[in-house]
C-alpha cells in the first residue's frame, strides 16, 4: 500500500551495487529503512544526491509492516541546505547530529511531534549563523522532553549532586558513579536553560563544550538501550 509522508535522512549503507539501504525517521512511521537505488544516469527517478544527512523530504512509499526494508516511490526535497553542505560546521554538526539520532530514534512514540521538533531544529541550523558551536547542545537537551527522559532540573542549594541514572539532583553524593560532582551539576542546571534562541549567549570554551557533550552522551546511554559510541563525535570535539 502507498502512502504519503515526511522523512528526516539519517544515513545511508551499501547493500548490493545497484541498491544501497537510506535510513530516515519519518512523522508517520518512525525509523525507517527504504531501498535506495544507486544513480546511473540523469534519468533516474530517485536521486541520491537527496539523501544529504538531514535532509528534509516529501515522500511516496510503499510500507508493509511485516517488511524490514520499505521501498521509495517518490521523492522531493522540502527545502535546500545550502549551509548544511557548504558551511563546514553546519556540515560536522549535520553528520554528528544524523548519526547520534540514527541510535536514538530506534524506537519513539510520539513520532509527529519530535518529527516536528527536529524539522524546526533543522530549518533553525540552516538559517543560523550565531552561536552554531553551542546547536547541539540545545538540539540534545530539548530532544529528551520528546523521548520521555527529560531531567528533573529543580534545584536548590541543599541538593547538590546531579544523579545522572535518576536524572535528578539529590542531597547525597549518589552510591553508584553515574553522577556529577557539585561544580558539574551547578552548571548543568544553567546550561538546562539552553535552547536555540539563547545559545549564543552561552560562552562557552571548547574543553567545556566537549565537557557537556560526554556528559549529555552518557546521560543518553543510561536512558537509550544499546547507544554506541559516535564516530563523528571526534570531528565535533574541534568546533571552536
Given at each position: 500500500?502507498?502512502?504519503?509522508?515526511?522523512?528526516?535522512?539519517?544515513?545511508?549503507?551499501?547493500?548490493?551495487?545497484?541498491?544501497?539501504?537510506?535510513?530516515?525517521?519519518?512523522?508517520?512511521?518512525?525509523?525507517?529503512?527504504?531501498?535506495?537505488?544507486?544513480?546511473?544516469?540523469?534519468?533516474?527517478?530517485?536521486?541520491?544526491?537527496?539523501?544529504?544527512?538531514?535532509?528534509?523530504?516529501?515522500?511516496?512509499?510503499?510500507?508493509?509492516?511485516?517488511?524490514?526494508?520499505?521501498?521509495?516511490?517518490?521523492?522531493?526535497?522540502?527545502?535546500?541546505?545550502?549551509?548544511?553542505?557548504?558551511?563546514?560546521?553546519?556540515?560536522?554538526?549535520?553528520?554528528?547530529?544524523s548519526e547520534f539520532l540514527s541510535f536514538?530514534?530506534?524506537?519513539?512514540?510520539?513520532?509527529?511531534?519530535?518529527?516536528?521538533?527536529?524539522?524546526?531544529?533543522?530549518?533553525?541550523?540552516?538559517?543560523?549563523?550565531?552561536?552554531?558551536?553551542?546547536?547541539?547542545?540545545?538540539?540534545?537537551?530539548?530532544?529528551?522532553?520528546?523521548?520521555?527522559?527529560?531531567?528533573?532540573?529543580?534545584?536548590?542549594?541543599?541538593?547538590?549532586?546531579?544523579?545522572?541514572?535518576?536524572?535528578?539532583?539529590?542531597?547525597?553524593?549518589?552510591?553508584?558513579?553515574?553522577?556529577?560532582?557539585?561544580?558539574?551539576?551547578?552548571?548543568?542546571?544553567?546550561?538546562?536553560?539552553?535552547?536555540?534562541?539563547?545559545?549564543?549567549?552561552?560562552?562557552?570554551?571548547?574543553?567545556?563544550?566537549?565537557?557537556?557533550?560526554?556528559?549529555?552522551?552518557?546521560?543518553?546511554?543510561?536512558?537509550?538501550?544499546?547507544?554506541?559510541?559516535?564516530?563523528?563525535?571526534?570531528?565535533?570535539?574541534?568546533?571552536?
Amino acid at each position: 500500500m502507498l502512502f504519503k509522508t515526511e522523512g528526516i535522512v539519517l544515513g545511508a549503507t551499501s547493500y548490493s551495487d545497484t541498491y544501497s539501504i537510506a535510513h530516515l525517521f519519518t512523522r508517520d512511521f518512525g525509523r525507517v529503512s527504504y531501498l535506495l537505488p544507486i544513480s546511473r544516469g540523469k534519468k533516474t527517478k530517485i536521486r541520491n544526491s537527496l539523501f544529504f544527512p538531514l535532509s528534509v523530504l516529501y515522500l511516496e512509499v510503499e510500507h508493509m509492516p511485516l517488511r524490514d526494508v520499505q521501498r521509495l516511490k517518490e521523492v522531493e526535497r522540502q527545502f535546500p541546505l545550502y549551509g548544511l553542505c557548504t558551511n563546514m560546521t553546519k556540515v560536522s554538526l549535520a553528520f554528528f547530529i544524523s548519526e547520534f539520532l540514527s541510535f536514538i530514534l530506534r524506537e519513539s512514540d510520539n513520532n509527529e511531534l519530535t518529527f516536528d521538533y527536529l524539522k524546526n531544529s533543522i530549518e533553525t541550523l540552516e538559517a543560523t549563523e550565531k552561536g552554531l558551536a553551542n546547536f547541539h547542545l540545545a538540539l540534545m537537551m530539548g530532544l529528551t522532553r520528546f523521548l520521555g527522559i527529560y531531567p528533573n532540573t529543580e534545584f536548590t542549594g541543599n541538593y547538590s549532586f546531579f544523579d545522572l541514572q535518576h536524572g535528578e539532583f539529590v542531597v547525597n553524593e549518589p552510591m553508584h558513579s553515574y553522577y556529577l560532582d557539585r561544580k558539574e551539576s551547578h552548571y548543568l542546571r544553567d546550561l538546562y536553560r539552553i535552547n536555540y534562541s539563547n545559545m549564543h549567549l552561552f560562552k562557552l570554551s571548547r574543553n567545556n563544550r566537549n565537557e557537556i557533550v560526554d556528559q549529555l552522551l552518557d546521560y543518553y546511554r543510561l536512558h537509550i538501550y544499546n547507544f554506541p559510541p559516535l564516530k563523528s563525535l571526534e570531528v565535533l570535539r574541534e568546533l571552536g
